[in-house]
């Protein structure tokens, strides 16, 4: 079972473990137009390994493989975010059948759900919770 956890305790994690990695899962699309996790604060830069390919969304079959050749362990503790929450748990689950058993999914991700007039950013998510982001 993957742990869902809130942004601002993601951003206090990263903040103090310096093995802590922040994995997006989102589409080269998704870092181009709406915006990235600004790690700087914490010596970090998110690590981009989309879950799905644009625009077909069919998962991408070396996804653990690429967080390999990134460097990742199965002692490090990943974090995996996507705009709501949804892509990144099925990439934390993945990752956690793969051995990276230190697997958590960032609660309600970049933008979480839309508001009332169906915009994203405004409601839940990283984004929403003031944390540091920044365009591409």
């Known amino acids: 079972m993957v742990e869902n956890v809130a942004p601002t305790d993601v951003w206090e994690l990263l ?4 093995d802590a990695v922040l994995v997006d899962v989102r589409t ?3 870092w181009s137009y ?3 996790p600004d790690l700087a604060a914490a010596g970090k830069q998110p690590l981009l390994i ?3 390919a644009f625009p077909a969304m ?3 079959p070396n996804f653990v493989a690429q967080m390999a050749e990134a460097g990742l362990t ?3 503790r990943v974090f995996y975010l996507c705009r709501s929450g949804v892509r990144s748990l099925a990439a934390a689950r993945a990752a956690i059948e793969a051995g990276y058993v230190r697997s958590y999914n960032i609660a309600d991700g970049f933008e979480g759900p839309p508001d009332e ?7 839940a998510g990283w984004k929403a ?8």
């Open 129 to 136: 919770e003031g944390l540091p982001w920044r365009q591409r």
């Open 74 to 76: 199965p002692e490090q």
């Open 34 to 36: 709406v915006g990235l």
């Open 15 to 18: 903040l103090g473990d310096p």
């Open 117 to 123: 007039d169906g915009h994203r950013g405004t409601v």
């Open 58 to 60: 069919a998962v991408n």
């Open 28 to 30: 080269d699309a998704e």
């Open 50 to 52: 989309s879950w799905q």
